[in-house]
């Protein structure tokens, strides 16, 4: 009874006010650590998840890159493989996904990633040889495929203007020397001929820039044009565009390469005149018709002259047709060291196709036969008389003279006056 006389006492002395305002505080004190509670708890968790898929992410990537480069130098990777790592990525960022309801956008990174992994390996699988031609259905159904991983264009990276282009010449080598340099997991080059600065520069850089495939960071984005080189305005236009670009320029014997320029005419167009009628402007007088384009390609040292203007030797690099084909792993070695990549493709990546004349791309521990680039490649020369080999020779020798001068090289294409006999391939 006490007790409950002095509470009433309390009571009753204490303001009502007081008193709800008291207890309304410890509720509202008790709710605020309870929702702080909650809160520190799910920002743990979405930290945890979202630290995870960062994790995820770039340890697949990594991987990926790792394997890339440790099995390039042994060769292709199959695609056994191939589909493995598309399959293990796809799964790891799938699992996350479904953790914390990643975007729509990092889970098109990851098919992107699966897609370019198989889109890599399946271009490394094609053949290197020959020269580009841009009649596109002369290539055989092995080069339709090749085309078509080639062309296609990932959703990942930023798409760039060309860091290195290849410039040329014609019939030189060009399509074996892009082909090989798609196989470094360093490079993205564009697979059809741009013709940017040559026939469609009133396009604009906008467009040229649409035409090249996405890269990542530490990526080469090239294209090759052969016909850059011989095309008066075109230094002057890509060094305009960037004054730093590297440039690749594949020289060959230019009385082969004329020859190997007019044997693909003549596939094209049978009814032309032999290639003597064509050379010359007299025959009996021994005069040489220049303006011929099969034979003015080959006077690099007047084509070059123009180039030197924008550019200096350093940032040019001359590739020898003649050990592209003889050496292909010692002519890459100087390339990839000229773009500054590791020398990833090496001898092994090569094999001797003795029936069509050059260098395929190969897996070397996989029995089937070597990949080439199809029947437009390798063709047999038409017989030329032995005179009028000896007569270009003889036209061609101070110009040749003049370019190892210019360029510091000694290709030595006057031991080779005999190479173009009977059975002779482009």
Same mark, same amino acid.
């Given at each position: 009874?006490?007790?409950?006389?002095?509470? !009433?006492?309390?009571?009753?002395?204490?303001?009502?006010?007081?008193?709800?305002?008291?207890?309304?505080?410890?509720?509202?004190?008790?709710?605020?650590?309870?929702?702080?509670?909650? +809160?520190? !708890?799910?920002?743990? &968790?979405?930290?945890?998840?979202?630290?995870?898929?960062?994790?995820? @992410?770039?340890?697949?990537?990594?991987?990926?890159?790792?394997?890339?480069?440790?099995?390039?130098?042994?060769?292709?990777?199959?695609?056994?493989?191939?589909?493995?790592?598309?399959?293990?990525?796809?799964?790891?960022? !799938?699992? /996350?996904?479904?953790? /914390?309801?990643?975007?729509?956008?990092?889970?098109?990174?990851?098919?992107?990633?699966?897609?370019?992994?198989?889109?890599?390996?399946?271009?490394?699988?094609?053949? /290197?040889?020959?020269?580009?031609?841009?009649?596109?259905?002369?290539?055989?159904?092995?080069?339709?495929?090749?085309?078509?991983?080639?062309?296609?264009?990932?959703?990942?990276? /930023?798409?760039?203007?060309?860091?290195?282009?290849?410039?040329?010449?014609?019939?030189?080598?060009?399509?074996?020397?892009?082909?090989?340099?798609?196989?470094?997991?360093?490079?993205?080059?564009?697979?059809?001929?741009?013709?940017?600065?040559?026939?469609?520069?009133?396009?604009?850089?906008?467009?040229?820039?649409?035409?090249?495939?996405?890269?990542? @960071?530490?990526?080469?984005?090239?294209?090759?044009?052969?016909?850059?080189?011989?095309?008066?305005?075109?230094?002057?236009?890509?060094?305009?565009?960037?004054?730093?670009?590297?440039?690749?320029?594949?020289?060959?014997?230019?009385?082969?390469?004329?020859?190997?320029?007019?044997?693909?005419?003549?596939?094209?167009?049978? @009814?032309?005149?032999?290639?003597?009628?064509?050379?010359?402007?007299?025959?009996?007088?021994?005069?040489?018709?220049?303006?011929?384009?099969?034979?003015?390609?080959?006077? +690099?040292?007047?084509?070059?002259?123009?180039?030197? &203007?924008?550019?200096?030797?350093?940032?040019?690099?001359?590739?020898?047709?003649?050990?592209?084909?003889?050496?292909?792993?010692?002519?890459?070695?100087?390339?990839?060291?000229?773009?500054?990549?590791?020398?990833?493709?090496?001898?092994?990546?090569?094999?001797?196709?003795?029936?069509?004349?050059?260098?395929?791309?190969?897996?070397? @521990?996989?029995?089937?036969?070597?990949?080439?680039?199809?029947?437009?490649?390798?063709?047999?020369?038409?017989?030329?008389?032995?005179?009028?080999?000896?007569?270009?020779?003889?036209? +061609?020798?101070?110009?040749?003279?003049?370019?190892? &001068?210019?360029?510091?090289?000694?290709?030595?294409?006057?031991?080779?006056?005999?190479?173009?006999?009977?059975?002779?391939?482009?």
């Amino acid at each position: 009874m006490a007790f409950w006389s002095s509470t !009433s006492v309390f009571t009753s002395k204490v303001p009502r006010k007081i008193l709800f305002m008291f207890t309304l505080s410890l509720s509202v004190t008790y709710l605020f650590y309870s929702l702080m509670s909650c +809160y520190n !708890s799910f920002q743990f &968790q979405e930290n945890y998840v979202y630290q995870g898929r960062l994790v995820t @992410e770039e340890t697949t990537f990594v991987t990926l890159r790792e394997k890339l480069y440790s099995t390039s130098s042994q060769g292709y990777l199959d695609e056994e493989f191939i589909e493995r790592t598309a399959t293990e990525q796809t799964i790891a960022f !799938s699992s /996350v996904r479904n953790s /914390v309801g990643i975007d729509e956008r990092t889970a098109g990174w990851a098919r992107a990633q699966a897609a370019t992994t198989s889109s890599s390996m399946s271009r490394a699988a094609a053949a /290197v040889a020959g020269e580009h031609e841009h009649e596109h259905p002369e290539f055989s159904t092995t080069d339709s495929e090749l085309r078509k991983v080639v062309n296609c264009t990932s959703d990942y990276g /930023v798409k760039k203007l060309p860091q290195a282009i290849i410039i040329g010449v014609k019939k030189g080598g060009t399509r074996a020397l892009l082909e090989a340099l798609r196989v470094h997991p360093d490079v993205r080059a564009v697979g059809n001929e741009p013709h940017f600065f040559d026939r469609n520069y009133e396009k604009g850089l906008d467009w040229y820039r649409e035409l090249m495939p996405s890269t990542l @960071e530490g990526q080469i984005t090239m294209e090759k044009t052969p016909s850059y080189f011989v095309t008066n305005s075109a230094p002057k236009r890509i060094h305009s565009m960037a004054r730093d670009i590297k440039l690749i320029i594949v020289v060959r014997n230019p009385v082969t390469r004329a020859i190997s320029d007019y044997t693909q005419t003549l596939s094209k167009r049978p @009814e032309i005149p032999t290639f003597e009628v064509l050379a010359f402007k007299n025959r009996t007088l021994g005069l040489i018709d220049a303006s011929w384009s099969a034979l003015r390609i080959g006077i +690099y040292a007047l084509h070059l002259e123009s180039w030197m &203007q924008y550019f200096p030797l350093s940032q040019m690099h001359f590739v020898s047709g003649e050990r592209l084909i003889v050496d292909p792993a010692g002519e890459m070695a100087k390339v990839q060291d000229f773009l500054g990549l590791k020398r990833i493709v090496t001898d092994k990546h090569f094999y001797f196709n003795k029936t069509k004349g050059f260098p395929c791309l190969k897996k070397p @521990e996989d029995s089937s036969t070597p990949r080439c680039l199809g029947k437009s490649k390798g063709r047999t020369h038409p017989k030329i008389e032995p005179d009028v080999i000896r007569r270009l020779h003889k036209f +061609y020798k101070p110009f040749n003279m003049m370019f190892y &001068q210019m360029t510091g090289q000694n290709f030595q294409w006057e031991l080779e006056e005999d190479g173009n006999s009977p059975g002779f391939r482009d």
